[in-house]
């Protein structure tokens, strides 16, 4: 299991340098052929650190997985500070990763107007 902690550390380090694979603002974001080299040069990576014969499919799912759980913690730790409450009321996300995701949090967008089921009630 510590094996696959510190690989997953490696990879997402990786992935934070791959701006392209999560910043939709970068100019090779859409470029699929790209992203796919990537994430197969990621999971060989992978597969060697762990000693393991993912797939490309599990990788992704996985890592997926990983990234929405960050989302759904930073979304708590916002909330928890919108709250009016103590510092030491503030949500502790309690996943190993969430400081390794950090460099995603600016690229979460909010839903699209009209979207949100608050919208419908006003």
């Known amino acids: ?6 690989a997953w550390t490696k990879t997402i380090d990786l992935i934070r340098e791959l701006s392209y694979l999560w910043d ?4 090779e974001y859409f470029n699929r052929d790209m992203r796919q080299e990537a994430f197969k040069m990621l999971l060989q990576l992978f597969n060697e650190e ?15 997985n990983m990234r929405t759980t960050y989302g759904r913690e930073l979304k ?3 909330a928890s ?6 510092s030491n009321d503030i949500y502790v996300p309690s996943v190993w990763y969430y400081r390794l ?3 995603l949090e600016g690229t ?3 839903c699209r107007p009209g979207t949100d089921t608050l919208d419908e009630v006003r």
């Open 50 to 64: 762990t000693g393991k014969n993912t797939t490309l499919a599990d990788f992704k799912k996985k890592l997926e």
């Open 108 to 110: 979460t967008e909010p």
């Open 101 to 103: 995701f950090e460099f």
């Open 81 to 86: 500070k919108q709250t009016g409450s103590g």
């Open 24 to 27: 939709k603002k970068h100019k």
């Open 1 to 6: 299991m510590a094996k696959e902690r510190e």
């Open 76 to 78: 708590k730790v916002n």
